[in-house]
């Protein structure tokens, strides 16, 4: 397995690292301090250094900022804007998100340790898109005309939910921010965005270029801080109709347990997975396990949709385990300034130590480490690839999401057998189905209880397909223009038909 190839320093002198503009709370279009005054470090996770010190919010501040949105819903210009309006502005703020790429993709890669050619090239301009993307459906929003029973002439109006909280997650500090933000502007929502403390950085400078953009004050707030504090006053605030999280299944039930005692606002939820990828034995086993490796490492297994538990039908079990091997041994972790490296560190110290407890307890439970399983002997919080095998579907690592570059492989002879198996979790966010079957692709895809079924891909994202959870993998789906109906509410208006017995 190759190791790290450089040290931080080296790829910093050749990219700059730019100043931290923004560490203060973004409340009614102006960056400002905590009312405490508090403050908490964002951490590199390449060299577990400070980055900077983040204004700290608090239910107080998130009062303020609801308090900014709720007047800029029932008083301000943006749900009253021509959606024709609101796409020009949202349009801009995706040229902006575009123009500022390098230093949003610097960001995230400090913040949390993402690969920084990817992020420039590919994550920011995607994320450009999707805001594009939304924007284009800002002017599209319509009701129906409806042909009634009785003597009434009905219609229905879509209109915007109102303020709405989002609570985003740390792997995907960018898209997770767009993926919420982009609907809800257009939807004409407004809004408070508590990004997660451990990547707040390119969350304050999105709130920045949409003001630059010309989006109201009051309409886009950020307020960073904890989730048992700015998150959960988010979730119980009475204020607030609609909240949108991203996150773990555990903190999920929190966020609606709260939004139940408080007004019973709406509430959707994209919670964690343990999703089945599988392989049947007709299939190139050299494109095949290359699939396999990225659909648990990508992005160091901080995603959760990763394909960590590995089917593979008996037939080609030995021949697929071993070119997993040798994939893994090329594999490079390290500096993710360097553009040759494939796997940078985990997000936190907090995270970085849960993956290796995870890897302990797969080891006592009496799967065998096939190869990796150990940190680096280094600054940062890198881990090697990991792959189990002898696992079972009752050991932990088959059931828990770690949210780390950990696969589990398990060996399997029907299709029967692995449907059953696969739906055996009580997630169902996604899962892959390698085969050159036809037939087999359409009774698996059929049968497997998941939101999204991949077949012969994985990680196949669109902006027009949508992406959400069965099970306790969550509710509501992003992506897609579906997704706007979490920011809307239908209202229904019938007036009687002249002459009619309503009269």
């Given at each position: 397995m190759s190791s790290d190839v450089q040290s931080g320093g080296c790829f910093e002198a050749q990219i700059r690292i730019p100043e931290i503009k923004f560490r203060k709370l973004f409340i009614n279009g102006l960056f400002v301090d905590s009312i405490s005054g508090k403050t908490f470090e964002t951490i590199d996770p390449r060299t577990e250094k400070v980055i900077v010190n983040i204004a700290e919010g608090d239910k107080e501040d998130v009062d303020l900022a609801v308090k900014a949105a709720r007047q800029a819903f029932d008083h301000g210009p943006w749900p009253r804007l021509p959606g024709s309006e609101r796409r020009r502005i949202m349009l801009k703020f995706a040229d902006f998100i575009d123009t500022n790429a390098e230093e949003l993709a610097i960001l995230d890669t400090i913040d949390a340790g993402k690969l920084y050619n990817r992020a420039k090239t590919l994550e920011i301009p995607a994320a450009a898109e999707t805001m594009s993307y939304f924007a284009g459906a800002a002017d599209k929003i319509h009701g129906a005309t409806l042909k009634m029973s009785s003597e009434l002439q009905a219609y229905t109006l879509s209109e915007p939910i109102?303020?709405?909280?989002?609570?985003?997650?740390?792997?995907?500090?960018?898209?997770?921010?767009?993926?919420?933000?982009?609907?809800?502007?257009?939807?004409?929502?407004?809004?408070?965005?508590?990004?997660?403390?451990?990547?707040?950085l390119s969350a304050l400078f999105y709130a920045h270029l949409g003001k630059l953009a010309g989006i109201p004050d009051g309409v886009l707030n950020v307020v960073t801080g904890y989730g048992p504090t700015a998150g959960a006053a988010i979730s119980s605030h009475m204020d607030i109709d609609k909240v949108s999280f991203t996150g773990s299944t555990e903190v999920g039930r929190l966020v609606m347990q709260a939004a139940a005692l408080s007004n019973l606002k709406a509430v959707s939820l994209e919670l964690g997975g343990k999703s089945p990828f599988i392989v049947f034995d007709d299939v190139d086993v050299n494109k095949v396990a290359?699939?396999?490796?990225?659909?648990?490492?990508?992005?160091?297994?901080?995603?959760?949709?990763?394909?960590?538990?590995?089917?593979?039908?008996?037939?080609?079990?030995?021949?697929?385990?071993?070119?997993?091997?040798?994939?893994?041994?090329?594999?490079v972790v390290g500096d993710p300034f360097d553009?040759?490296?494939?796997?940078?560190?985990?997000?936190?110290?907090?995270?970085?130590?849960?993956?290796?407890?995870?890897?302990?307890?797969?080891?006592?439970?009496?799967a065998t480490l096939l190869t990796g399983g150990k940190p680096y002997n280094r600054k940062g919080y890198y881990i090697e690839p990991t792959i189990f095998i002898d696992v079972e579907d009752d050991m932990t690592i088959a059931k828990e999401e770690i949210f780390g570059p950990v696969m589990s492989v398990i060996k399997f002879k029907?299709?029967?057998?692995?449907?059953?198996?696969?739906?055996?979790?009580?997630?169902?966010?996604?899962?892959?189905i390698m085969t050159n079957d036809l037939n087999i692709a359409n009774r698996v895809s059929r049968s497997i209880r998941a939101g999204i079924i991949w077949i012969n891909c994985y990680f196949a994202f669109n902006n027009d397909l949508p992406c959400g959870g069965y099970k306790m993998s969550g509710f509501g789906k992003d992506f897609g223009l579906k997704s706007l109906n979490k920011y809307l509410q239908v209202k229904s208006v019938a007036t009687p038909i002249y002459d009619s017995p309503w009269l």
């Open positions: 109102g303020v709405v909280g989002h609570i985003t997650p740390w792997n995907f500090p960018t898209q997770m921010f767009i993926v919420k933000v982009a609907p809800a502007l257009a939807a004409g929502c407004t809004m408070v965005v508590k990004p997660a403390e451990q990547t707040p290359d699939l396999a490796l990225l659909g648990t490492v990508y992005n160091k297994g901080e995603i959760c949709v990763a394909g960590s538990r590995v089917f593979i039908q008996e037939g080609i079990y030995d021949i697929f385990l071993n070119k997993l091997v040798e994939k893994v041994k090329k594999w553009p040759n490296v494939q796997q940078g560190p985990q997000v936190s110290r907090k995270q970085y130590e849960k993956i290796l407890s995870y890897i302990d307890i797969g080891k006592k439970e009496g029907s299709v029967e057998e692995v449907i059953r198996r696969a739906n055996a979790s009580k997630y169902g966010l996604a899962a892959g």
